[in-house]
Nanobody, 122 residues
Framework: QVQLVESEGGLVQAGGSLTLSCAAS????????MGWFRQAPGKQRELVAS???????NYADSVKGRFTISRDNAKNTVYLQMNSLKPEDTAVYYC????????????????WGQGTQVTVSF
């Protein structure tokens, strides 16, 4: 089985910083893209940032210049460094990874972390 385990979020004042991490474990053959999504109350889940296995990144316009996604392939871990946080960044953050588990013949499947709450106060 494959699991994605996220670090704890937290309560941060506006303008502050927070780093999230998400580690994949289990029977992993390879990991393709990894990413972070978020869902605020009453809103749809949205992509925040993604990173390919080669390190190419993509960001939502709302976080460009403030958030940085990175990954450590040796540790099967993806990070989200969040700077200059705003109250509108308040949401449950989920990591996602496209993983080929078990063997080279296995299909690539998407896996989700359990979600972690990030709250930014005024």
């Amino acid at each position: 089985q494959v699991q994605l385990v996220e670090s704890e979020g937290g309560l941060v004042q506006a303008g502050g910083s927070l780093t999230l991490s998400c580690a994949a474990s289990g029977s992993i053959f390879s990991i393709n893209a990894m990413g972070w999504f978020r869902q605020a109350p009453g809103k749809q889940r949205e992509l925040v940032a993604s990173i390919t296995s080669g390190g190419s990144t993509n960001y939502a316009d709302s976080v460009k210049g403030r958030f940085t996604i990175s990954r450590d392939n040796a540790k099967n871990t993806v990070y989200l460094q969040m700077n200059s946080l705003k109250p509108e960044d308040t949401a449950v953050y989920y990591c996602n990874a496209d993983i080929k588990s078990g063997s080279i013949w296995a299909p690539v499947q998407g896996y989700w972390g359990q979600g972690t709450q990030v709250t930014v106060s005024f």
